[in-house]
Structures are given as structure tokens and as C-alpha cells.
């Protein structure tokens, strides 16, 4: 093979590529240079604004003030990791939950109609409710602060990829299921060749959106009923007037997010390999 490319670049007049330059330009593809320029200008930005406390920026800590405290206070306390660990666990909990639980009622809406006549009401009830207005009932109404934690992330999600799904299944040509029918498969064949595989881009546009609003409620409901956790990290920083801390914790919980978004990623590209170059 090598050979082969040597010869077809001596033929052409064009030197063959170099293995060191393939590799280089593998690595380059998942490389997302324009995102590194982005976020280095966005921190230089901060960087000089903070120093020249610009109108709004009086108490806002330079950049390096908060990687020399999260350096010598954070890195090496173990109660930090815990409070990641507390919050990945959390969400975890929540999201996965309310996917077993979400996507089969998203199908059972999408295909009986009786049963969306009776049940799709109260959902369309309960889904404009924000989630953190469930956080006083579930403190009353669960044994332990962790496990209401848990249901605040769980509802996040599940009313979205409840809709998602549903939409997904009624989005679905009639057509597709006529031809199916007149073809002779039966209900259950049609429900697994055409309806789950027409919905799975639904079910990934739910995963998708509801890992970034589990986030956003897990750390509103830690900074409410919990005593571990990066929604707990950045509350008692403003507590304490501790800017730099309230910082640590934002940037914590960018990166826990931004994390969790690529599992979700990951899981979504197995569950469509057709959408893959």
C-alpha cells in the first residue's frame, strides 16, 4: 500500500503524503481551532476587564485570581471532587429515570388514542409547572433531601422527552403505515420496524435538551435542600462574599455539563448510525 502511493504520487508529479502529515490532519478534524480562539478571547476579555475594573466588573476576580485559588484551595480537597461526584450522581439518577420512564409514555401517547384523550390533559397541566416549583412539595413529600433532589432533576426531563416522543410517533406518515398494513405485518412488527426507528431522532432531540434543564434544576434545587454539590459549592461562595469560589463553582458546572452533553452525544450516535460521516 505504501509502496502503491509512492508510485501514484511519482505518476501524478504529486509527492505522496506523509504518515506523520495524515495522522497531523486526523487529529486536526476533532480539533475545533475556531472554539479555542473563541474561548481564549473570551477569557482575555475577562482578564482585562477585570483588571481595569470596568463599570460592573469593580469586584469581579481576575482570571488568574481564580485559577491561583482553585490551585491552592481546590484542586487537592477532596471535598470538592465530592461535591462533583454528588452532582453527576444526581443527574444521573434523574436523567436516566426519567428516560425509562418518559420514552414509553411518549409511545403510549403517540399510539392509543383513547389512552392521550384520557392522559395528555394532565401532562399538558403539569409540563408548564417550572420545575423548581416542585422543590417545597418534594421536600414535604419525600423521605430524604437526596431523593427529592432526585425527582427535581427527574422532572427536568421527563415531560420533555414525554412530548418529544409523542410528537415524534404522530409525526410519522399514515401513509408508511398503510403500505405496511396492506402488506400484511401485523401491529407489532409495525411498531418495531417503523415506529421505534422513527422516533429515535425524537428521543435524541429529548436527551439532548433535557441533560442541559436537569443541570440547570439540580444545581437551583442543591443550593436549596442539599449540603453537597457544585449548585451548594457556588451558593456558599456568594454566602461568604467570596467571588472567586462563586466563580470555581460556575466554571465547575459548565464543565460537568458540557461533559454530561458528550455522553449524550456519544449515546445519540449509537443510537443513529446512519447520521454518521
Known amino acids: 500500500m505504501k509502496a502503491a502511493e509512492e508510485n501514484a504520487g511519482k505518476v501524478i508529479g504529486v509527492p505522496a503524503a506523509q504518515p506523520s ?6 487529529w486536526m478534524k476533532y480539533f475545533n481551532w475556531r472554539g479555542a480562539v473563541s474561548v481564549g478571547c473570551f477569557i482575555l476579555l475577562w482578564e482585562i476587564l477585570a483588571r481595569t475594573r470596568a463599570p460592573g466588573f469593580e469586584t469581579i476576580p481576575t482570571v488568574l485570581e481564580v485559577i491561583d485559588t482553585f490551585w ?9 471532587w465530592q461535591a462533583w461526584a454528588a452532582s453527576f450522581e444526581r443527574v444521573a439518577y434523574g436523567f436516566v429515570i426519567s428516560q425509562v420512564l418518559g420514552i414509553p409514555l411518549g409511545l403510549l401517547l403517540g399510539t392509543r388514542e383513547k389512552f392521550d384523550e384520557l392522559v395528555f390533559p394532565v401532562v399538558e397541566i ?14 414535604l413529600f419525600w423521605p430524604t433531601n437526596e431523593t427529592s433532589i432526585v425527582f427535581i432533576t427527574f422532572i427536568g426531563a421527563f415531560f420533555i422527552i414525554v412530548i418529544n416522543v409523542r410528537d415524534g410517533v404522530r409525526s410519522i406518515k399514515k401513509e408508511h403505515l398503510w403500505l405496511a398494513m396492506s402488506l400484511g405485518a401485523t401491529p407489532a412488527r409495525i411498531f418495531r420496524r417503523i415506529i421505534v426507528p422513527s422516533v429515535i431522532p425524537s428521543i435524541a432531540v429529548g436527551m439532548t435538551v433535557g441533560i442541559a434543564v436537569t443541570w440547570n434544576v439540580l444545581i ?15 451558593w456558599e461562595g456568594y454566602v461568604s462574599n467570596t467571588p472567586t469560589v462563586v466563580i470555581i463553582g460556575m466554571i465547575s458546572i459548565g464543565l460537568a455539563g458540557y461533559l454530561s452533553t458528550l455522553v449524550v452525544t456519544y449515546v445519540e450516535k449509537k443510537m443513529m448510525p446512519w447520521r454518521q460521516k
Open 220 to 234: 437551583a434545587a442543591e443550593m436549596i435542600a442539599s449540603d453537597v454539590g457544585l449548585g451548594r459549592l457556588t
Open 126 to 139: 403539569l409540563r408548564p409547572i417550572p420545575p423548581l416549583a416542585w422543590v417545597p412539595i418534594s421536600i
Open 21 to 26: 502529515k495524515r495522522r497531523a490532519g486526523r
Open 72 to 80: 491552592m484551595d481546590y484542586l487537592s480537597d477532596a471535598k470538592y
